[in-house]
């Protein structure tokens, strides 16, 4: 299993410019998510999944969409981006929605700055 | 609302010494509890979780943590620190009802030989 992979793994915007972080995973995990890190703030949930169809927000929305038309792929678009979200962003998944059941895999992430 | 703190922004330890890194969490039900260790470039590992049963959790590269639910912490230890294990370490807290992880903001801690 190649687990969750995360692509690309740098990239450099300019304000108001558009893109889409891709995340996969070959693992046939129900549940998805999306986190941003910054320094001195940990990792904050950006948006979730907990099946194909079905995505809500997390902490900090904002700025970001999520779908999810397949088990396997669940891609973060930045419509307009903005220096604010400038951060490193990770993919993660886990078999079940419940932290009880399963445990949480995280990709390698994406640098992301935008100027 | 969950959340959880990690006092310590910095720590540095002598490569063989003992290593306790604190993590404080702030939850009204039966939280559920995890360390995960990110090294430089890298994403996270997960060391250890907790969510019922013994509060003595043992975890990987001979890591634990103790749950002290009167003092809502889940401190994390290791009896004697190699230098691999210089990284970013994040304590996290999830409810029984999600798996929605709030984080720490973390603890980086230097080994120095």
């Known amino acids: 299993n190649a687990g969750v992979t995360q692509t690309p793994k740098f990239q450099v915007l300019k304000t108001g410019q558009s893109m889409t972080l891709q995340c996969a995973q070959d693992?046939?995990?129900?549940?998805m998510s999306w986190y941003r890190q910054d320094p001195g703030m940990g990792l904050r949930l950006i948006h979730y999944?907990?099946?194909?169809?079905?995505?809500d927000q997390g902490e900090v929305p904002n700025g970001y969409n999520v779908s999810r038309s397949t088990t396997e792929d669940f891609p973060l678009r930045l419509l307009s981006a903005a220096p604010s979200q400038t951060s490193v962003y990770f993919c993660a998944s886990s078999y079940s929605r419940q932290a009880a059941a399963s445990t949480q895999y995280f990709g390698p992430g994406t640098r992301l700055t935008v100027l | 609302a969950q959340s959880v703190t990690q006092p310590d922004i910095h720590i540095t330890v002598s490569e063989g010494a003992s290593l306790e890194l604190r993590c404080n969490y702030s939850y009204g039900a039966t939280p559920y509890l995890f360390w995960y260790v990110q090294s430089p470039g890298q994403g996270l590992q997960l060391l250890l979780k907790?969510?019922?049963?013994?509060?003595l959790v043992q975890g990987i590269k001979g890591f634990e943590a103790e749950f002290k639910r009167s003092q809502s912490s889940f401190n994390l230890r290791k009896p004697s620190v190699h230098w691999s294990d210089a990284a970013e370490y994040f304590c996290?807290?999830?409810?029984?009802?999600?798996?929605?992880?709030?984080f720490g903001a973390g603890t980086i801690l230097r080994v120095k030989s």
């Open positions: 996290a807290v999830a409810s029984e009802y999600g798996n929605k992880l709030v």
């Open positions: 907790y969510f019922s049963g013994d509060t």
């Open positions: 999944s907990v099946g194909a169809g079905i995505t």
């Open positions: 693992m046939n995990h129900e549940y």
